[in-house]
C-alpha cells in the first residue's frame, strides 16, 4: 500500500483508486504526490482546492497543447483533468453547488478528449420509460469477430460513465469487446443533471441497455456480458438473475445486502447513499434500502459468474460477497477472494490490477 495519506484511511483508499487508473490514463502518480503533499490533513475545503487547483492545470495545459497542434498530449491531459475534476468533489456534499460544476467542467473534457482519440468512443443516449440515461459506447480495439461479444459495464454510488473509461472500459474494449458505459439511475449525470435516484429493481434499466446493445450492429445478442463495479455488485446480479440475454456476470466487489454490507459496514459512505437515495435523513434511508437485497432473487441467477473481492475491504464486506456466491444457481461460478502480500485484498483491489483485470476480463472473453 502507498502511504500518501497516512493516518487518513478515507482519504488514502480513493486516493489509491486515483493511482491505480493511472496506468490506463486516469491520473499520473507524480502530479497526485505532488498534490497530496499540498493539502492539509483533516481539511476537507483543502482536498477539494488542490485537486480542482491540479484539474485545472492539467487542463489549461492540455488546452495548450491543442493549440499547438499536439493532439495526443492534449488528449492524455484532458483525460487526466477529467479524474482530478472527479477526485476533487469526491467529498462534497451532494447539496454543494461545486459537485455540479465540477461534473459539468469535467465531462466536457472527457468529450473532448474522445474526439482526439485514435479509438472510436461514440457518446449515446438510452431511453428506460420516461428516463434517458447518457454515455459511451467504446468501439472493440480489435474486434474478436464481426458481430462480436458486448459488455454492459456499471459503476457503483460515486462513480462516473467518465471515469468508467478508466476504470476498466478501456481494457474491456482492448480485450476485442463493445463496451457500454452508462449513467444509470443514481449515478452521474443522471444523479447530477436530471435527479433520476437510484432504485431496487436494477433489472429495469439493466434491460434497457441490454435492449440497445442487441440493436448494434457491432454486437452479437446472443454474446453479451455485464460487469458490476463496487456498488454495482448489487446492480449487476439483479440484471443477471431477470435477463436472461446477459450471457456471462463479472462482479468486481460483489453485494447482497446494500443496507448491510455497505451502508452499515462503512459508515462514511451513508451521506453519499442518502444522496442517491433522493432521501434527506438515516431513517427514511434505512427504510429505502430494506427492498436493496438479493433474497430469493441470487438463486435465479444461472450463468457464469466470475466475483472478485478482497478480504479487507473496507467498503463492502466480503461477507455479502461469499453469500452471494453461494446461493448463485449457476454450475459456472467463480469467487477469487484477494488476500496476503501481494496485494488485491483492499476495495475494487486497487493495488493489484495489474493481476485482477486480467483474471476477470480474460475470463470474460472466453465466455463470451
Known amino acids: 500500500m502507498l502511504n500518501i495519506f497516512p493516518g ?55 488546452r495548450k497543447a491543442l493549440q499547438d497542434g499536439d493532439k495526443v ?16 468533489d469526491f467529498f462534497l456534499p451532494g447539496t454543494d453547488a461545486r459537485k455540479l460544476e465540477n461534473f459539468v467542467r469535467l465531462s466536457k473534457c472527457f468529450k473532448e478528449a474522445i474526439k482526439l482519440h485514435s479509438r472510436k468512443i461514440e457518446q449515446v443516449q438510452v ?14 480495439v480489435e474486434p474478436v469477430s464481426s458481430p462480436g461479444p458486448g459488455v454492459l459495464l456499471l459503476g457503483g454510488a460515486d462513480s462516473l460513465a467518465e471515469e468508467l473509461y478508466f476504470f476498466g472500459g478501456s481494457e474491456i ?3 476485442g469487446m463493445a463496451t457500454l458505459i452508462l449513467d444509470t ?8 443533471l436530471k435527479k433520476i435516484y437510484t432504485r431496487p429493481d436494477y433489472e429495469v434499466p439493466i434491460k434497457a441497455a441490454i435492449d440497445y446493445m442487441s440493436g448494434r450492429p457491432e454486437i452479437d445478442p446472443d454474446r453479451i456480458g455485464c460487469v458490476g463495479v463496487s456498488m454495482a455488485g448489487f446492480y449487476a446480479p439483479r440484471g443477471a438473475a431477470f435477463e436472461s440475454r446477459i450471457k456471462a456476470l463479472v462482479l468486481w466487489c460483489a453485494c447482497y445486502d446494500i443496507l ?25 434511508a434505512r427504510k429505502r434500502l ?12 444461472t450463468c457464469p459468474t466470475m466475483i472478485s473481492h478482497g478480504v479487507d475491504d473496507m467498503v463492502m464486506s466480503v461477507e455479502g460477497a461469499r453469500q452471494l456466491y453461494d446461493e448463485i444457481s449457476s454450475s459456472d461460478k467463480t469467487l477469487k477472494l484477494w488476500e496476503g502480500d501481494h496485494g488485491g485484498a483492499i476495495h475494487c483491489n486497487y493495488d493489484s490490477w495489474n ?5 476477470m476480463f480474460d475470463w470474460l472473453l472466453k465466455h463470451l
Request: hydrophobic share 35%.
Open 73 to 88: 498530449t492534449a488528449r492524455q491531459r484532458l483525460f487526466r483533468a477529467t479524474n482530478y475534476y472527479r477526485h476533487a
Open 185 to 192: 439511475p443514481g449515478r452521474g449525470s443522471s444523479l447530477r
Open 8 to 62: 487518513d484511511p478515507d482519504w488514502e483508499i480513493q486516493t489509491q483508486r486515483l493511482i491505480a487508473e493511472a496506468a490506463y490514463g486516469g491520473a499520473d502518480i507524480f502530479e497526485c504526490d505532488r498534490a497530496a503533499k499540498q493539502i492539509v490533513p483533516g481539511d476537507f475545503e483543502s482536498w477539494h482546492h488542490q485537486w480542482h487547483k491540479l484539474g485545472l492545470q492539467v487542463e489549461k495545459s492540455g
Open 173 to 175: 474494449a482492448e480485450r
Open 260 to 284: 448491510r454490507d455497505i451502508y452499515e459496514w462503512y459508515p462514511p459512505i451513508q451521506s453519499q447513499i442518502r444522496w442517491i437515495l433522493g432521501v434527506k435523513d438515516d431513517a427514511e
Open 127 to 140: 431511453r428506460c420509460g420516461k428516463e434517458v440515461y447518457d454515455g459511451y459506447f467504446c468501439h472493440p
Open 355 to 359: 493481476s485482477s483485470i486480467p483474471l
Open 290 to 301: 430494506l427492498d436493496f437485497n438479493l433474497s430469493g432473487i441470487a438463486k435465479k441467477i
